[in-house]
């Protein structure tokens, strides 16, 4: 059965938080003994379950920085410090948080102290930090597996499908089209036939007439798959055919509206106008 599209991400979390507290368990065991006393079995297993639970809440912030800064391309090492940076930002706030639950929940104080949370950051905040990044480390490497696996599987179609076409024209016939990968089923869109693209989660929804395709992968991603001569971006968001823009007139911010030749209407972003009008007067 397939999991909900919220659930997934938050039981995913969960297990990998709950399968790093546990690898960590013992060490605490240890010291704690070294220390004089032992922890108490049920008190330490409910520490470990909020914990989990804590860090899964921060789970879907984590995919969403995963989804805007993929590691790939000319801006890589730009998007890997934005992970860093999101992910030191994290960790002081699940940190934050666990100190006030625990001064809640043991304490029986409405906020810890600032030498607790000070101790906290001083103790925690490095391991966590790595905790986040090689979660991060971790979808990044699943996805990119996904989306080689899903290339070479629509290239090898692609090429059985052209077998008796020369050469030339089978190359030109691939780049023409998009492989769509759904259930187990494999199709193609012609890029021509592409109004517009736009992201929807985690997917880049083919507006193709009234049709909408959906494609897991970045905008980004699928971008670099295009005709560069035959799309341009007009927002971080959304990607249009030069050839279906009917008319584009500016608004007093700096934006512009669009009107495709199909009555819809969209909105080109300040930072992309001068390259549409460009790419649109050279079509």
């Not at 991060?136 to 179609?157: E, L, S, Y």
């Not at 769509?180 to 012609?190: A, E, M, N, P």
């Amino acid at each position: 059965m397939r999991l909900p599209g919220w659930l997934a991400p938050l039981l995913y979390g969960f297990a990998y938080w709950l399968a790093f507290l546990l690898v960590l368990e013992p060490d605490n065991v240890l010291r704690a003994s070294q220390q004089g006393h032992a922890l108490p079995i049920g008190l330490e297993a409910a520490r470990i379950v909020v914990a989990a639970l804590l860090g899964a809440v921060a789970t879907p912030v984590l995919l969403l920085l995963t989804d805007r800064f993929p590691v790939v391309g000319a801006h890589r090492w730009r998007h890997a410090a934005f992970h860093l940076a999101g992910n030191v930002c994290v960790a002081f706030a699940l940190i934050l948080v666990s100190c006030f639950l625990a001064a809640w929940g043991f304490e029986g104080q409405p906020a810890p102290s600032l030498a607790e949370v000070r101790s906290q950051l001083t103790s925690n905040w490095t391991l966590l930090v790595f905790a986040l990044s090689a979660f991060t480390a971790i979808v990044h490497m699943i996805r990119f597996v996904r989306h080689t696996d899903a290339q070479t599987t629509g290239v090898a179609d692609a090429m059985a499908d052209v077998a008796v076409a020369d050469d030339g024209e089978a190359d030109a016939e691939r780049v023409a089209r998009i492989a769509i990968k759904t259930g187990g089923r494999l199709r193609f869109v012609q890029q021509a036939n592409i109004d517009w693209v736009e992201t929807q989660g985690n997917y880049v929804a083919l507006h193709v007439g009234a049709n909408v395709q959906l494609l897991r992968k970045t905008l980004t991603e699928f971008e670099a798959e295009l005709e560069a001569d035959r799309f341009v971006r007009i927002h971080r968001r959304m990607i249009i055919a030069v050839d279906r823009i009917d008319e584009m007139k500016p608004l007093p911010n700096g934006d512009a509206a669009l009107r495709l030749k199909d009555g819809q209407e969209l909105r080109v972003s300040r930072r992309y106008r001068e390259d549409v009008v460009r790419r649109w007067s050279r079509s």
